[in-house]
């Protein structure tokens, strides 16, 4: 019959079938307007994933948890303060200084490229600039990097939603408990112990990215500010905060702190960028084959593309707190899908292996494809 492969719809499964569709719709709206409340809310998260750890240890010496919770707070919050009032200070006027001094830069690197480029008038030509326009950018410039000093300011006076986001910390340390029985109620049984686990490798994943981004950016901003002074190149503390806090963004944070350096290098001399390049050069190789291996962990290895994609997509979508949370968000998404996908379905890592290296290997030009087992009716 003609109508057999048709399936009816009822008048009442399309009024279902709409009614969901804009539920469906409502609801991404929703989470589309809150997601920078959800993203705040991860943070809380993770600084409770990162804090459990010394909570746990103080309520086994029978510190109760609430009392343990406020210990680890407050020691944290009087470590921060303490490096504020160290570091914040010279870090905006050298900030504000930096801003004054771009045009005596500029002029420098303008002199330079006069002498290098004086025997080849095309490319004379192609660098030169009009006066009235570099003026105006570098005024604007000048604004902008005072703003940020000043930004920064703000940011530190942003006493409010550090307070919540702390408060909440507090609350989900203090009471954990309540919160995840909740969560195990509303899965189906068998999901349960996975989701569990998923969560437990997702906790120390946190922790050891922490742990690492801020011990290994210590160093290499301990290193990066020893030799931006060697070198003379200024304001050496401000770059090498910026390869700190570079080491919480895999792959791109760290190429991102060496662009200002290896510019700002060009007041100094000609030869003084080369001499910078080959400092955050060696920097990068002391942390990949030393700094990396002994203090990340091995949980913590992913593969490249995927950190990038989620630095990207996430930076993309809600800016630096966006890429901030990436490798979280990431850890997460690995721990998930092993727990609920991969050993749920027994997937045979060998087999997964062959399929990968048949699609690596080289196929040959005649006599069929490589390693393809041949079909019955090609063997008779």
């Keep these: 019959m003609a109508g057999r492969g048709i399936v009816a719809i009822s008048f009442g499964d399309l009024v279902k079938l709409l009614i969901l569709t804009f539920v469906l719709l409502i609801a ?72 004054k001094r771009i045009p005596e830069y500029y002029n420098t690197l303008q002199l330079w490229l006069a002498d290098v480029t004086q025997n080849r008038p095309s490319l004379q030509r192609l660098i030169t600039v009009d006066d009235q326009m570099l003026g105006d950018m570098f005024a604007r410039a ?36 309540p919160m995840l029985q909740g969560l195990f109620a509303l899965l189906p049984k068998q999901q349960r112990m996975p989701t569990a686990r998923a969560l437990r490798t997702t906790a120390r994943q946190v922790r050891v990215w922490v742990w690492s981004s801020t011990v ?4 290499v901003a301990a290193i990066a500010w020893g030799g931006l002074t060697l070198l003379n190149v200024q304001p050496a503390l401000l770059l090498a905060s910026l390869a700190f806090f570079g080491e919480f963004f895999p792959y791109i944070g760290p190429v991102a702190a060496a662009v200002p350096a290896v510019a700002l ?5 000609p030869i003084t960028p080369l001499w910078i390049l080959i400092l955050y050069l060696a ?5 990949a084959s030393l700094l990396t291996p002994l203090i990340v962990s091995r949980r913590m290895r992913f593969h490249p593309l995927s950190v990038g ?18 490798v979280p968000a990431l850890a997460a998404v690995k721990a998930f899908y092993t727990e609920l996908i991969f050993k749920q379905r027994g997937v045979d ?12 290997e080289s196929q040959k030009l005649t006599g069929g494809d490589a390693g393809e087992p041949k079909s019955n009716s090609e063997n008779g």
């Design 28 to 99: 991404l709206h929703f989470l589309g307007r809150i997601a920078h409340v959800l993203l705040l809310f991860s943070l809380v998260i993770i600084l409770a994933m990162m804090l459990t750890a010394p909570v746990s240890w103080l309520e086994r010496r029978r510190v109760p948890r609430w009392c343990g919770s406020l210990i680890v707070i407050v020691a944290l919050l009087g470590i921060a303060t303490l490096l504020g009032f160290l570091f914040i200070p010279p870090l905006v006027e050298q900030t504000n200084v930096l801003g």
């Design 142 to 177: 000048e604004q902008m990097i005072r703003q940020a000093g000043q930004f920064v300011i703000t940011l530190i006076g942003g006493v409010a939603a550090l307070f919540i986001v702390l408060l909440m910390t507090v609350f989900t340390l203090v009471q954990p408990r």
């Design 216 to 219: 290994i950016g210590l160093i």
């Design 265 to 269: 290098a060009f007041a100094v001399g």
């Design 283 to 287: 920097i990068h190789q002391l942390e």
């Design 309 to 326: 994609f989620s630095l990207i997509a996430l930076g993309t979508a809600y800016g630096i707190l966006g890429a901030f949370l990436a």
């Design 349 to 360: 890592e060998r087999e997964t292996r062959e399929c990968a290296n048949l699609v690596l």
